[in-house]
């Protein structure tokens, strides 16, 4: 049948690669998953206990703006709510700025390595992505800037960066938006930022309350409620009011509001989580660094490891797989064919991985 006769997506849409999420099974054994930057110690028993309580009245809408949510997250964070917009996920959130800032003929600027999602939200909308080269695996704040064109609407910035770990203090951050004019907006990804443990750090919310041209945006997916799917996003009253008029008007369910206002106010789980990640993640590193592997320094809840070689790359996660160890490949979805991803999870865990790791790079 002629293409002609059927209903045919906008211009580009076909022309964009979809997600590859992580893989999160092994064929025919009971695996350990440390492919998708999941919370190594579950959820918040607190939002645990929330969620479960909308289980008899699950036939009621849930209020429409999220406002327990944004309310509790306004209290834990000292922002104010009515700057806070919530999503189904943080991708929600990424999709709608999109779609309010992006159109034929804009531009959106990112880092080589940045987040998957940026380019996809981009050609839905229409616009130019341009990707601009790292240094070291770490976004550049001298070319991003020089990407500029009259076009830029948008710049992307995950920080940390998935899938490289890595971060620009926020000095850097602030020198970045400098660079830009005030009608492009900068979008500080903070998805990783309950990780975070280097002193010179800032998740970006400041720099959102003193600029007109700044949003940040969080999830709740990496510290223990991947499930419920839960973003959120702190802007400028402008951004917000563009927001709310194309978002779903229940785009966040109820049992996820509660959770995740149970999830936010649990700061000792969170605090638990911090410590735990960091532990593991530096002894993973330290353990793994060697004249044929390097670890990238990283920040987030993952650490991505180099091989010399993408043959080799690709026999570690084999090696890994049969051993039931489920890790993130990113050749296909980033373009580092020599590296893997692998989220921070369990000691038994972590030992696994690094014993695994340490006899593949022995036997090259």
């Excluded at 110690?41 to 939002?47: E, I, N, R």
């Excluded at 922002?79 to 959106?108: K, T």
């Excluded at 695996?137 to 076009?151: G, K, N, R, S």
């Excluded at 602030?174 to 500080?188: E, F, S, Y």
Aim: charged share 20%; hydrophobic share 45%.
């Amino acid at each position: 049948m002629s293409d002609t006769k059927r209903p045919l997506p906008q211009p580009g849409i076909l022309d964009i690669a979809p997600y590859v999420p992580g893989k999160s099974a092994a064929p025919g054994k009971s695996a350990i998953k440390l492919s998708s930057n999941e919370s190594p110690l579950g959820a918040s028993p607190q939002a645990v206990a929330a969620f479960s309580t909308v289980a008899q009245t699950l036939e009621i809408y849930p209020e429409g703006s999220s406002r327990l949510l944004r309310e509790a997250l306004g209290e834990v964070h000292g922002l104010d709510p009515e700057r806070i917009v919530c999503g189904n996920g943080s991708d929600d959130l990424l999709h709608l700025l999109a779609q309010c800032y992006l159109g034929q003929g804009d531009e959106a600027v990112m880092n080589r390595y940045g987040f998957s999602v940026y380019p996809i939200v981009t050609r839905a909308a229409g616009a130019t992505i341009v990707m601009v080269d790292e240094a070291d695996f770490t976004a550049d704040v001298d070319a991003l800037l020089a990407a500029v064109t009259p076009a830029t609407k948008i710049v992307w910035l995950a920080n940390p960066n998935n899938p490289t770990g890595t971060y620009l203090p926020d000095a850097q951050v602030r020198r970045l938006h400098a660079g830009l004019r005030p009608d492009i907006l900068l979008v500080v990804d903070s998805a990783y930022a309950e990780y975070v443990t280097a002193d010179d750090y800032a998740t970006g919310d400041a720099l959102v309350t003193e600029a007109d041209n700044v949003v940040m945006v969080r999830t709740f997916s990496k510290m223990g409620l991947a499930a419920a799917r839960i973003g959120w996003l702190y802007g400028p009253d402008h951004v917000v009011d563009a927001l709310n008029r194309i978002r779903g008007p229940f785009n966040v369910n109820l049992p996820a509001q509660l959770a995740g206002a149970a999830a936010a106010r649990d700061t000792e789980f969170t605090a638990r989580l911090r410590q735990h990640n960091a532990q593991w993640r530096d002894w993973l590193s330290a353990e793994l660094s060697s004249n044929a592997l390097r670890v990238v320094p990283s920040q987030a809840n993952f650490v991505m490891v180099l091989f010399p070689d993408a043959a080799m790359a690709a026999r570690a996660f084999s090696t890994l797989m049969d051993q039931g160890f489920i890790v993130r490949e990113i050749g296909q979805s980033y373009g580092i064919p020599t590296g893997l991803r692998i989220s921070i999870g369990s000691e038994v865990a972590m030992r696994g991985v690094a014993e695994i790791l340490k006899s593949v790079a022995a036997s090259q």
